[in-house]
């Protein structure tokens, strides 16, 4: 029949298909990967049992190191499992789908885990910013998705308001992450001044770790002002005698 025929015709060519080498640029992106792999430990998961109105139970999911619980506290940059289960907790109910009647999902909090580990706070300042951004985060995308099935103008303008304002303040987040992970470097800046034969000036200054900026500014070269010992200057004014210059003959 025409239609065994034509199919029988596709499972050669699927078939072809698959048994494709991988291209050069694949290969890369595979090695790539794999290194990246290896420079970098796993991101910790866990397991759920969560039957509302019972607070939510986390342990250690199946298959995990045994190192994976202190892989959970270095995600929070901690020690104490007290401030990671403190911090974990509110973290699940800021910025996970789930209330304490609604269980949650292992894939969001797996997710929120695999966020703090990507951020690799390293003390516990770091982890309560990190924490924050990933709550703040799951509430702008929220607003998007809210914002894309908003119906009238005032949906519209409250879900995209909000939207803006979790973003902006995600980037305050993440720069104020950044400017605390620097607090120990020092800045020095070196300002000089050069004047060379012919009244040309240059200006530099020397950051740090960085280029330096110089701008050069032509000034009018200024004639040098001679005398003899002894001779006077002459003044402007007649009526005044001339002053001798101090160290010459009296």
Do not use: W
Request: hydrophobic share 35%.
């Amino acid at each position: 029949m025409p239609g065994r025929d034509s199919r029988q015709a596709e499972q050669p060519q699927k078939a072809d298909q698959a048994e494709q080498p991988p291209t050069d640029a694949e290969k890369q992106l595979l090695a790539e990967f794999c290194e990246r792999m290896e420079a970098r430990h796993r991101a910790p998961r866990v397991k759920l049992d969560h039957r509302p109105p019972k607070p939510v139970d986390i342990a250690t999911a199946e298959g995990e190191p045994q190192t994976s619980e202190v892989a959970r506290l270095a995600a929070f940059g901690t020690t104490s499992s007290d401030f990671y289960s403190r911090t974990l907790q509110e973290l699940l109910e800021a910025g996970c789908r789930g209330t304490q009647s609604q269980p949650f999902t292992e894939v969001d909090v797996n997710g929120a885990l695999a966020a703090m580990h990507g951020i690799a706070p390293r003390d516990e300042i770091e982890a309560l910013l990190a924490a924050q951004m990933v709550a703040v985060h799951s509430a702008a995308m929220r607003s998007l998705r809210q914002l894309k099935s908003s119906e009238t103008i005032m949906q519209q303008d409250s879900n995209g308001n909000l939207a803006v304002k979790l973003l902006r303040t995600y980037t305050m987040q993440m720069e104020a992450l950044q400017r605390y992970r620097g607090k120990g470097e020092q800045k020095m800046t070196v300002e000089h001044v050069h004047v060379y034969q012919g009244g040309q000036a240059i200006v530099g200054a020397v950051h740090q770790g960085g280029g330096a900026r110089t701008k050069t500014e032509e000034q009018p070269h200024a004639q040098a002002i001679t005398h003899e010992p002894g001779a006077a200057l002459s003044c402007p004014d007649p009526q005044r005698k001339a002053v001798p210059i101090a160290g010459g003959e009296g």
